[in-house]
C-alpha cells in the first residue's frame, strides 16, 4: 500500500512536467527500438543461415578439384580427380555413397528467341540421392541416360521460369552451349546456397554428356559430393578422404593440397565469418544507442533534481525517509524508461516489418520484448540512481532554502 | 516539551567560521505559544531548522519530549518530523502544480499508516482556514495569504504536538497577516503547542511569551498573558 503511494506519488510527478517525460520516454524509445530492429534482423540472418547449411546438407562433404582457398565450386576446367579417387572414397567406413559431378558455371541457355545463363551440371543418377532432391515434374536423369551420353537434361526452377515462364517445358528442347537437349524434368526449388547463390538457377544433364560432349573433360572428375551415415562423424570421414586423395595424388608432405573439402562445419564457419563484422557492428551499435538514452535520462533526471531541491526539502521536512526520495526518483525513472521500452519494442517491430518488406530476412520471437524489458529496466535503474541518489543525499535544510 | 541546553551552531565556509548560535538555552512547554524575537540575519531560520529536526546543533543538546534528538539517527527524525511536527514557512512551500488539498495530503503519504479519513480530514482542515470552496485551485491561482492558509492546513493535517512557523507573515500584506496570526491563535486556545520565528515585534506580541535572542544566546524573556 506504502509503495503504491510512493508509485502515484512519481506518476503525478510525471504528469507534472509532461516535456521532460517525452523527452526522456524518446530517448529511450529510439534506444529500444534500434535494439529491437537488430534482434529482429540478426535473428533473421541467423535463421537464414541454418537454412542454408541445410540447404548444404549437413551430412555431406563436397570434393573440390584444385587446391586453394576459393569459394564455390570447381568447374570441368580445373578437375583433377579421377575414378580411382572415387571408389576409395566410396570404401571409406561410414560413407553412404558418393556421386560425381562436372560442373560448369553460366553457360549461355537459349530457347526459342529467350536467352539466359545457368550452372549446368553433369550428373549421375544417384545425385538425387546425394542432394535429396529429384523432379517436381517429369524424370530426373537415368543411369541409361548416362551409358548413351542423351542429351536429355533436367531444369531448375529459375531457368525454368527464365525460359518458359509459366508454360511446361517438358518435351521441349533447349540449346545449351549451341547442343541442343531435350527437357525431360524441373527440379525440386532449393533456395540459396551457403554463400548466397541461387541453387535453383541450375541445369542437370547426364555426367557422360557432360564430360564428353559440353565440358570436353573425359577423364577427370571436378566435384564429388559425398554423404556419410553418421553426421557426429563426419570430420573423421574428412580426415580420412584428404589422407586417400593426399596419396592417391602422390603429394609431398611439403605439398598444399590440390583439392578442397567442404563440411558443413566449413560452411557454417565461412558463412558466419562473412557476417561476423557486420553483427559485430550491429550489436555494438544496439548496445550503444540504448546507453545513449540511458545518459540522456541521467541528465535529464539530474537537472530535475537540481530544480526541484525545494520540493525534495519539502518532502524531507514533512517526514519522507531518504529511502522515499530516492524510490520516488528511481520510480519515475523506472517508469519513463518501461514506457520508453514498450514503445520503443513496438516501433522497432513495426521498422523491422518494413525492413521485411524491403527483403530483409527478420525473425520476430519473443526475444525483442525480453530484452527491450531487461535493457529498459536495466537502464531506469542504473542510470536513475545515480540522481535518486543525489537527491535523497541533499541536506533538507539546505534544500528547503533554495531559491 | 522542548528544552534547548546550552546549543551552538557555527558554520565553516572555507577558513571562515560563523558562529550562529552561542550557547542557547530556553524551554517551550506543552500548549504554549511562543514567538523567538531576532533581527533578521541573526540565525531565526537556523534555529527554527535545528527546532524542526533538519539540522544539528554542534554542541549542547536539544531534548524534544525528552528524547535527546542527537542521539536519533535520519530515519528517526524524519518519523518525529512525519508525526510530531507541522512545518509553517515564510515562502510557504507548497508544491506547484499541485491541487489545495493534495498540497494538505503531502506529509500523510509518508505516514506509517495512510488514515481512511485522509481527504475529509484535509477537507476539514482547508475549511477551518476558509478555503472549503478552493481545495482544487492550484498554490499559483491563490494570494499569498491563501497559499499560508493551505500550509497551515498542511501543518495540521498529520495532528502534531508542535507547530513549527519561521516568519509566517514574512511576505503577506498586514491584513493577511493578521488573518494568520489569528489562525495560530485560535489554534493556541484549542490546545496546540506553538513556536513562532520572527523579527517582526506586532507578531511576537501575539504570542503568549517572546524569547529575545541576542548574538545568538537569550536575551531576555518576555511573558505577555
Known amino acids: 500500500m506504502k509503495a503504491l503511494r510512493f508509485a502515484s506519488v512519481s506518476i503525478n510527478t510525471i504528469l507534472k512536467h509532461k516535456m521532460r517525460a517525452i523527452l526522456i520516454i524518446l530517448a529511450i524509445v529510439v534506444g529500444i527500438a534500434t535494439l529491437t530492429v537488430i534482434v529482429a534482423l540478426t535473428q533473421g540472418m541467423n535463421k537464414q543461415i541454418m537454412q542454408r547449411i541445410q540447404n548444404f546438407g549437413p551430412d555431406a562433404i563436397v570434393v573440390h578439384s584444385g587446391g586453394g582457398k576459393i569459394r564455390g565450386p570447381s568447374t570441368a576446367s580445373e578437375a583433377n580427380l579421377k575414378r580411382k579417387d572415387i571408389s576409395d572414397i566410396e570404401n571409406i567406413e561410414g560413407v553412404k555413397l558418393v556421386t560425381s559431378f562436372q560442373v560448369a558455371l553460366d553457360m549461355p541457355i537459349k530457347y526459342g528467341n529467350k536467352f539466359t545463363t545457368s550452372w549446368v551440371w553433369g550428373v549421375e543418377s544417384n545425385w538425387k540421392d546425394a542432394w535429396r532432391r529429384g523432379t517436381s515434374r517429369g524424370e530426373f536423369i537415368t543411369d541409361s541416360d548416362n551409358e548413351q551420353l542423351s542429351k536429355v537434361c533436367v531444369i531448375g526452377q529459375t531457368a525454368a521460369k527464365e525460359l518458359f515462364g509459366d508454360a511446361n517445358p517438358i518435351g521441349e528442347n533447349i540449346l545449351i552451349e549451341n547442343v541442343s537437349f531435350q527437357v525431360v524434368g524441373v527440379l525440386e526449388k532449393r533456395g540459396l546456397s551457403p554463400v548466397g547463390t541461387d541453387f535453383d538457377n541450375l541445369i542437370v544433364i547426364p555426367f557422360t554428356t557432360a564430360s564428353r560432349r559440353l565440358m570436353n573433360q573425359p577423364l577427370y572428375i571436378s566435384t564429388a559430393r559425398v554423404i556419410v551415415y553418421n553426421p557426429s562423424r563426419i570430420e573423421a570421414v574428412a580426415k580420412r578422404i584428404k589422407e586417400i586423395l593426399r596419396e592417391n595424388h602422390h603429394l609431398a608432405a611439403t605439398e598444399e593440397n590440390d583439392f578442397r573439402l567442404s563440411t558443413p562445419g566449413e560452411v557454417s564457419e565461412m558463412v558466419k565469418s562473412t557476417s561476423k563484422t557486420l553483427n559485430l557492428f550491429l550489436w555494438l551499435v544496439a548496445v550503444i544507442s540504448p546507453l545513449v538514452g540511458g545518459i540522456v535520462l541521467m541528465n535529464i533526471m539530474l537537472m530535475a533534481v537540481s530544480e526541484r531541491k525545494r520540493e525534495i526539502g519539502l518532502r524531507r521536512a514533512v517526514g519522507a ?66 540522481p535518486a541518489k543525489k537527491a535523497a543525499s541533499l541536506d533538507p535544510a539546505n534544500a528547503l532554502s533554495q531559491k | 516539551m522542548i528544552e534547548f541546553k546550552d546549543v551552538t551552531k557555527s558554520f565553516q565556509s572555507g577558513s571562515i567560521r560563523t558562529d550562529v548560535l552561542n550557547g542557547l538555552t530556553f524551554k517551550v512547554e506543552k500548549g504554549e505559544f511562543a514567538a523567538i524575537m531576532a533581527p533578521s540575519g541573526t540565525g531565526k531560520t537556523t534555529l527554527l ?83 472549503g470552496q478552493r481545495i482544487h485551485y492550484k ?21 502534531p504536538s508542535i507547530i513549527l512557523a519561521d516568519e509566517p507573515t514574512g511576505n503577506l500584506d498586514s491584513a493577511s497577516a493578521k488573518e494568520i496570526m489569528e489562525i495560530f491563535k485560535s489554534l493556541h486556545n484549542q490546545g496546540s503547542t506553538i513556536v513562532v520565528v520572527t523579527h517582526d515585534l506586532s507578531v511576537a506580541r501575539q504570542a503568549g511569551r517572546i524569547i529575545f535572542l541576542k548574538n545568538g544566546r537569550v536575551e531576555k524573556t518576555e511573558v505577555l498573558s
Open chain 1, 321 to 386: 525517509k531518504k529511502k522515499h526520495i530516492i524510490f520516488q526518483f528511481l520510480a519515475e525513472s523506472l517508469t519513463l524508461t518501461l514506457a520508453g521500452g514498450a514503445f520503443g519494442v513496438a516501433f522497432g517491430i513495426i521498422i523491422a516489418f518494413l525492413f521485411n518488406l524491403s527483403g530483409k530476412p527478420i525473425s520476430i520471437t519473443w526475444q525483442p520484448f525480453v530484452v527491450a524489458f531487461l535493457f529498459s529496466s536495466l537502464i531506469g535503474l542504473f542510470f536513475g540512481i545515480y
Open chain 2, 139 to 159: 498554490p499559483s491561482e491563490l494570494s499569498g495569504g491563501q497559499q499560508q492558509r493551505v500550509a497551515i492546513a498542511r501543518a495540521l493535517v498529520n495532528e
Open chain 2, 49 to 131: 531548522n535545528i527546532l524542526g529536526c533538519l539540522m544539528k546543533v554542534s554542541s549542547g543538546s536539544y531534548l524534544f519530549e525528552g528524547i535527546d534528538i542527537e542521539t536519533l539517527n535520519d530515519d528517526n527524525l524524519s518519523e518525529i518530523r512525519n508525526k510530531e511536527m507541522g512545518f509553517v514557512f515564510q515562502t510557504f512551500n507548497l508544491l506547484e502544480r499541485t491541487s489545495a488539498l493534495d498540497n494538505v495530503l503531502l506529509p500523510l503519504i509518508y505516514a506509517d499508516t495512510y488514515p481512511a479519513d485522509a481527504k475529509q480530514r484535509a477537507v476539514k482542515l482547508l475549511e477551518s482556514v476558509g478555503l
